[in-house]
């Protein structure tokens, strides 16, 4: 069973899935088409003193710029809310996300909220934030313990690649 798959979709370069001309495929993973294709179009806002809008594959040049005034390489849009896209009750998410900020302080990670929402407004957005410096594994790994089915990763191209665990 595969754990997670990368998802290039500004270059059309991916490890697995393979490409398609205008989606991929996604045969190995448990996510529902449509909750992957609204992974694919939502907005994720990073919100504080440089506000940006992260889009799946097209690069950030304010994102890219915050890694730059962070002196990191990469970063990871993530929350721990709605675990496997199962909507939960406002504060059972609140929790879920302060638990989460106070592991990040703990770790001394810097992070900024954000929050991510389908333009359609059918789900609620969901609190989130950009952990700058996190790698690739520690993101996935991260990602997994909240019972996640995505995150977003960014290196150091500043280009949001959607990050599935199913």
């Not at 594959?57 to 496997?84: E, M, Q, R, W, Y």
């Not at 302080?105 to 609190?127: M, V």
Request: net charge negative; charged share 20%; glycine share 6%.
């Amino acid at each position: 069973m595969r754990m997670w798959l990368l998802i290039e979709q500004a270059s059309g370069k991916c490890v697995d899935p393979p490409f398609l001309s205008e989606g991929f495929l996604f045969s190995d993973s448990a996510i529902d088409q449509g909750t992957i294709q609204a992974y694919r179009e939502t907005d994720y806002r990073i919100l504080g003193d440089a506000p940006a809008t992260l889009r799946i594959g097209v690069a950030s040049p304010a994102l890219a710029a915050l890694h730059k005034a962070h002196h990191a390489d990469s970063s990871a849009f993530i929350t721990a809310c709605n675990p496997f896209s199962q909507a939960c009750d406002e504060a059972a998410n609140a929790e879920r996300q302060a638990a989460l900020a106070r592991e990040l302080k703990l770790r001394s990670l810097s992070f900024i909220d954000g929050i991510g929402q389908h333009p359609s407004n059918q789900w609620p957005g969901e609190a989130s934030f950009l952990v700058l410096g996190l790698t690739l594994e520690a993101a996935r790994t991260l990602g997994i313990r909240l019972e996640q089915n995505a995150i977003l990763w960014s290196g150091p191209d500043a280009v949001p690649q959607l990050i599935l665990f199913r």
